[in-house]
């Protein structure tokens, strides 16, 4: 790695180090803006397939449409590159630990490609994984061209996560208290770091917000929540921390359940899912794809308890059947689009239990967004602006302070720990990489 010249000054090289992040907002928006794009387009597939097909041979066709597709994408990336793989946050993290390598020309055009691919075919993962992968991709590329050290490498890898994060759900304070929570351990705290994540973050979604669109992913304004319902939180919490442990359990056991099938009968796995899936697209839309148009749904109209549930509990078995397929894609998106069904499910329930108090059940799906997310990624703060971002209902910042702090600590006492950091170990231990015990930080840790 090529170190500045020891004669720059601290004002030059902190210039420099901006001007890389600034490179790295602006590429992560535009390239992230058209991955976004690409899959807003491609996913109305099965509105023209059904142009032409109907009744089971349209089901058929999207069956075989979809499992073609996971096979693809599985197969690319296992032979050119095997990291592109998932949501890809375990890799960035590994690679601040300088742990794990960032092939940067393989993985970014790569995660682009097969990330519009299995997210487009209706496979139920988001695309804030992908991007956030792509944008320290472009990070990577930009370090290695204005020859920086490597603890600005570092810094610049996390300003190239949170931008495409920021790029992903139109959420750049979000995107930045992801990197200091998320990355505790490994982000190199410094101001010039601190500023480099700043500045490609708000670039990236004044990008996005210039190309797709100004305003809130969703918007669903809620009036603040009478001050004797907040306790009602508190059980959504326990509940929510709960279901995140599962949530996390299922999907490293399924993780290997998927790699042990695929030792015994190659690809079987993922075209069963896909098969699966792409036969749901046409019968029970709600149920796959990564949930952003279902969530507007579930919000605008009214459902029973019985059937949030349900559609709940088979939106859990295709989040975590898809993801362990080993295609690129995120969790963030299911994650929340689970959360909306479990919370709107709660608030419904207390509504028929309390008839007479101003319950608001879009109150309790909003702040179990943040509570779920927060159950599984273990990011509180993260977890509660990631909500308010999305939404902007800023009048819940009590609601989700109580339900992200509530379903954090039964998490803890659940056993449970943070999906990436159990995503980022197994990725070690599949790499044949030896963490030491003592190893040295250069964050919060």
Same mark, same amino acid.
């Given at each position: ?18 001007? /890389? ?53 599985? #197969?690319l990336? $296992? ?7 998932g949501?890809? @946050?375990?890799e ?10 960032v ?34 991709? @472009? ?13 600005? $490498?570092r ?10 994060? #920021?790029?992903?759900?139109n ?64 059980p ?69 308890? #019985? ?7 088979? $939106? ?7 993801y ?16 909306? /069904? ?14 007479? #108090? ?7 799906g ?10 599984? @990624?273990?990011?509180?703060?993260v ?30 006492? /659940? ?13 070690? $231990? ?5 963490q ?10």
């Amino acid at each position: 790695m090529s170190q500045q010249p020891p004669s720059s000054s601290p004002f030059k090289a902190d210039v420099h180090f901006l001007w /890389c992040a600034i490179l790295v907002g602006v590429l992560a928006g535009l390239i992230g803006s058209g991955f976004h794009l690409s899959i807003d387009y491609l996913i109305q597939w099965p509105q023209w397939l059904s142009q032409s097909l109907s009744g089971l041979d349209l089901v058929l066709a999207a069956a075989l449409i979809t499992m073609t597709s996971t096979i693809l994408c599985v #197969a690319l990336v $296992r032979h050119v590159a095997p990291e592109a793989g998932g949501s890809g @946050v375990q890799e960035i993290e590994g690679a601040l630990e300088g742990l794990r390598p960032v092939r940067w020309m393989r993985v970014l055009p790569l995660k682009f490609v097969t990330g519009v691919m299995a997210i487009s075919s209706g496979l139920v993962l988001g695309r804030e994984g992908p991007t956030i992968h792509i944008g320290a991709s @472009v990070a990577q590329g930009v370090s290695r061209a204005g020859r920086l050290s490597d603890i600005e $490498r570092r810094s610049l890898l996390a300003a190239g996560a949170a931008a495409g994060l #920021a790029c992903a759900f139109n959420a750049p304070l979000a995107a930045i208290l992801f990197v200091i929570e998320e990355t505790r351990k490994q982000f190199p705290y410094s101001l010039r770091a601190y500023m480099g994540v700043i500045v490609a973050s708000l670039l990236s979604a004044a990008l996005t917000e210039w190309i797709a669109g100004v305003g809130p992913d969703f918007r669903l304004l809620v009036p603040e929540v009478d001050l004797a319902l907040l306790i009602a939180f508190v059980p959504l919490g326990v509940a929510l921390g709960i279901l995140g442990v599962l949530l996390n359990a299922a999907i490293l056991f399924t993780i290997e359940l998927c790699a042990t099938w695929h030792r015994r009968l190659p690809y079987s796995f993922p075209a069963l899912i896909g098969l699966f899936t792409g036969a749901a697209f046409i019968v029970l839309p709600a149920t796959v794809t990564g949930g952003e148009s279902v969530i507007m749904q579930l919000a605008q109209h009214h459902y029973t308890v #019985a059937a949030l549930l349900l559609l709940a509990a088979f $939106r859990f078995v295709s989040m975590v059947a898809s993801y362990s397929t080993g295609v690129p894609g995120g969790i963030f998106a299911p994650i929340l689009t689970l959360a909306m /069904c479990v919370g709107l499910g709660f608030g419904s329930g207390l509504e028929h239990l309390l008839p007479d #108090a101003d319950i608001m059940p879009l109150a309790f799906g909003i702040a179990a967004m943040g509570g779920l997310f927060t159950a599984s @990624v273990r990011a509180p703060i993260v977890g509660v602006t990631l909500a308010l971002e999305l939404t902007g209902s800023y009048p819940l910042v009590l609601p989700l302070l109580i339900t992200c702090f509530v379903a954090n600590i039964v998490a803890e006492w /659940c056993g449970g720990r943070p999906i990436y950091e159990q995503l980022l170990e197994r990725t070690f $231990r599949l790499a044949g990489i030896e963490q030491p015990t003592a190893r040295e930080r250069t964050g919060l840790a």
